[in-house]
């Protein structure tokens, strides 16, 4: 039976009313609802599932939050709780005596030492009492006997050789060299891998040039007696670089000062004895050891310029610049010593240390010279004691007055545990960690 048009069109409203409530009721939690057969689901069962399903995800969304926000609130709790690091002081910026830093940049010996340059610089010898010996040298001069009888007092006339001239005029040139470029420029702590152990590393092969690489340690051995109380040998040994002092005796002492040799350090005093012999030879740790030297009075140019001509490894002159900065670092620490710890006025420093021959010693200059060329620097054989020779290889025991050994040790006790009190090096200059053996 037709159905009538009412009932369609009712029909029809019902649909419509359907599909609008299907697409606005819960869109988010629905369960969608098949268009074509299969089961209805009544909207009376959807409204009664899904309400409880949300409130159910509200609980659960809320109990999140709320424990983050606990966990949050006592992460912050407990870090509040722990004490906070208070930041490092600052290094205390260190204050030098200004009138310590005067005195000692006062080289008494200058001016004397500028008349006798220039004395030699003009081949005036004879003028110089104590240089004579040097120009009377068998080998720069001989004896002419054929003008005996044509000489005032009858003797054979003594001739300079052509030998003599060759060298002097090579002494000229070094002494001049030297004597110019001697001034104060503390930045030469800087220079000295370039100065010194590049060309030792060139001779050795061993270096690309322009590397500026610091031997790993260095082992500087003092000639103290307090060396026979210790077995340091195969410690020393065990550095990469050892370096001696004034040819000092190893033989027999090995356990005790060890067996390696990498560079010798003297004073121009020991090269003048070495300088007599035909030979020239001043290298006891064998000819292929460096001998680094520091000048004593400058006429030990010439003792350079004779034996620099058949020495086999190199034989270097320390810079002047670098003797100007160690001269007035042990004086700084002299005058300190002597106003602070003696109560001395500092006019009668001078008196008292002889003056313009005060003077530093070998091993200062040789613990000066590795903190510019090595990443640590131990030091041996620095020190005495009232049962100890001052030598381990002598039987000296007095001290030179020219040096202020109690000042030197002051000195290197700074080194290890205060480097940033220590003067005249510039503070850009990252000086090495010393260890102090004794």
Partial sequence: MPKASGDEDRSGDDSNRLKIFRLYLWPYLAIPIKSFGGDFVSPMKQRSVRPLFSILLLIVFAATLSCRTAVRDSSFSLLGSIPTLPPPPPEPVVVFNETLLKFAAIDIAEAQSKQEIDQLLEGNFDSLG???????????????????????????????????????????????????TKRYQPEIMSELVRLVKQPIDQHNGLVIKGSEVRYSSCAVVGNSGILLK?????????????????????ESYETKVGSKTNMSFVNS?????????????????????????????PLHFLDYTVCNSSHKAPLMVTDARFDVLCSRIVKYYSLKLFSDEKGKSLEEWAPAHDGAFFHYSSGMQAVVMALGICDKVSIFGFGKSESAKHHYHTNQKAELHLHDYEAEYAFYRDLVKRPQVIPFIPSTFRIPPVVLYQ
């Fill in 130 to 180: 104590r240089y004579k010996a040097f120009t009377r040298w068998r080998r720069f001069n001989h004896r002419d006997t054929r003008a005996q009888k044509t000489s005032s007092h009858g003797a054979p006339l003594l001739l300079r050789s052509p030998n003599f001239y060759r060298h002097w005029l090579s002494f000229r040139r070094v002494l001049h060299d030297w004597a110019r």
């Fill in 230 to 250: 210790s077995d340091y040998g195969k410690l020393i040994d065990n550095h990469e670089v050892v370096i001696r002092l004034n040819n000092a005796r190893i």
């Fill in 269 to 297: 005093n020991i090269l003048h004895l070495c300088a007599r012999r035909e030979s020239c030879s001043c290298h006891p740790y064998g000819e292929n050891v460096p001998l680094i030297m520091y000048i004593c009075q």
